[in-house]
């Protein structure tokens, strides 16, 4: 049989299992070479995420060598040939397409076999599995957060400023900034108008640039959501005292 070896790996992820390129091929190398077969290629995707399999040249020419010949793609382990079922399954098919095979050495597992079809399907779907929990759970996180008045990630809304303790804080001048964009839109202000106001005002945003429409578009929709209906304003659910 011959052999086409892919290894992949992403600085974030070597660093976690330390699983270089070389170590990976170096195992499929030694059992290629165990079970007598003829290695016929060896590629790989330095520093690339296994997010998406499009985007991998090194994996498309593996898949190229392996279809065209027959041959056995050899990986290290799944997460290395794919983060998803869709691509997985999706490679898994290509090759069987092609009359050639599927092997991962994590795993043991080996498409030349039934039993080794049926343990890939299952195992690259709880993969995908965990992965969902972990990001349902993350999920939750932030919307807790968000829920409580704790900053979740990129820059600080106008509006508010972050205490010590990560959780928003009304920033006063800002907020009447903010009722005055909303009584200029009320009055029937474009986005644009209502930005060259606020330059009149010498009014700053908050990096201190000059207002974009989108900025102020942002403004007055976050502030809809949080009222109970047009034209009324609620109280923040944060203050200087949460």
């Not at 049926?118 to 990001?135: G, H, I, K, P």
């Not at 972050?162 to 005055?180: A, C, F, H, S």
């Not at 009014?203 to 640039?209: A, D, L, M, P």
Request: charged residues 30%.
């Amino acid at each position: 049989m011959k052999v086409v070896i892919y290894s992949r790996v992403s600085t974030s992820q070597q660093a976690q299992d330390g699983v270089s390129l070389e170590a990976q091929v170096k195992r499929c190398r030694s059992w290629a070479n165990g079970m007598g077969y003829e290695v016929i290629g060896e590629h790989v995707d330095a520093g690339l995420s296994g997010k998406r399999a499009d985007n991998r040249q090194g994996l498309q020419d593996a898949l190229d060598i392996a279809c065209r010949e027959k041959a056995a793609l050899v990986v290290y382990s799944l997460s290395r040939l794919a983060r998803s079922t869709k691509d997985a399954l999706s490679i898994a098919e290509r090759l069987r397409k092609a009359g050639a095979d599927l092997v991962s050495m994590s795993e043991n597992i080996d498409t030349t076999s039934a039993a080794g079809k049926m343990v890939f399907r299952m195992l690259a779907v709880l993969s995908e599995f965990e992965r969902d929990l972990v990001s349902e759970r993350t999920k939750s996180a932030l919307s807790y957060k968000r829920a409580n008045g704790y900053k979740t990630g990129g820059s600080i809304p106008f509006g508010y400023d972050v205490d010590e303790d990560g959780r928003l804080m009304e920033n006063q001048k800002e907020q009447k900034t903010i009722k005055l964009i909303m009584r200029l839109r009320r009055r029937g202000h474009s986005l644009r108008t209502i930005g060259s106001k606020l330059h009149e005002r010498e009014i700053s945003s908050k990096n201190g640039k000059a207002w974009n429409p989108k900025t102020i578009k942002r403004i007055l929709d976050r502030e809809s959501r949080r009222s109970p209906k047009p034209g009324s304003l609620r109280m923040s659910r944060y203050s200087k005292n949460s």
